[in-house]
């Protein structure tokens, strides 16, 4: 996929997080992997979403340097640029402060996996990553250090926010949805008492079905 293609691509997805309540203002933001390029498409810093276009998506190295583009990449760049370089089959990268999975995060809590759609998306708990700040690689050591290895594509940095990965741009979308999804869920579950859990076996087994066997088969 060409870097034109890609910067299209981007704001479409960027629209979908405003689509499903993810950001507010100019907050959050998603990349992508140039395939066969040491490079990788990020979201401007401080641009407002109505106002992106393929045009003021930025290109930049997996040092987080700006290569291409009109603006300044997005404060979160060097956290993007640390995930692409250490987990080179990771295609895309999105972050938010969505509510209800930030407040997870805010209380350094893992949300635990409860739900058959946990299971199916996660395959496990959405873990809790340290907490960084802002501005250089901190961010992104904690995020590897803490997915490498681990089924779930989505990760809570404590006091901060969401972050997802993917082999695609659009995967690392759909993680971000449905972390917000499931953290809201088990939260209300959480008023009404402790959820029950789910056998790890069956967490295994509904994690496999999900990922090897829903939806259509490939052409």
Same mark, same amino acid.
């Given at each position: ?88 089959? @990771?295609?895309?990268? !999105? ?6 999975? =930030?407040?997870?995060? *805010? $209380?350094?809590?893992?949300? /635990? ?59 690392? @979308?759909?993680?971000? !949805? ?6 809201? =869920?088990?939260?209300? *579950? $959480?008023?009404?008492?402790? /959820? ?24």
């Amino acid at each position: 996929m060409s870097v034109d293609q890609l910067r299209k691509d981007l704001v479409g997805l960027h629209e979908e997080l405003i689509r499903w309540g993810l950001v507010v203002w100019t907050a959050g933001n998603v990349s992508a992997r140039v395939p066969d390029e040491d490079l990788f498409v990020i979201k401007p810093s401080g641009i407002s979403y109505d106002e992106l276009t393929p045009e003021s998506m930025v290109v930049c190295d997996l040092d987080g340097r700006l290569v291409d583009g009109a603006y300044a990449p997005s404060s979160d760049t060097a956290a993007h640029a640390y995930v692409y370089r250490e987990m080179p089959e @990771v295609g895309g990268v !999105v972050h938010t402060h969505s509510t209800y999975a =930030t407040a997870w995060a *805010a $209380r350094g809590e893992a949300v /635990p996996c409860v739900l058959t759609a946990m299971a199916d998306e996660f395959g496990a708990e959405i873990p809790v990553g340290p907490f960084a700040l802002i501005g250089n690689d901190d961010i992104g050591k904690g995020i590897v250090a803490t997915l490498r290895g681990h089924r779930s594509p989505a990760v809570l940095m404590r006091n901060h926010g969401v972050f997802t990965i993917g082999t695609s741009a659009r995967a690392a @979308v759909k993680a971000a !949805v449905m972390c917000e999804d499931v953290a809201r =869920t088990v939260h209300i *579950a $959480r008023q009404l008492g402790e /959820p029950l859990p789910i056998a790890q076996s069956d967490i295994d087994k509904l994690y496999d079905r999900y990922q090897n066997v829903y939806g259509q088969p490939s052409p």
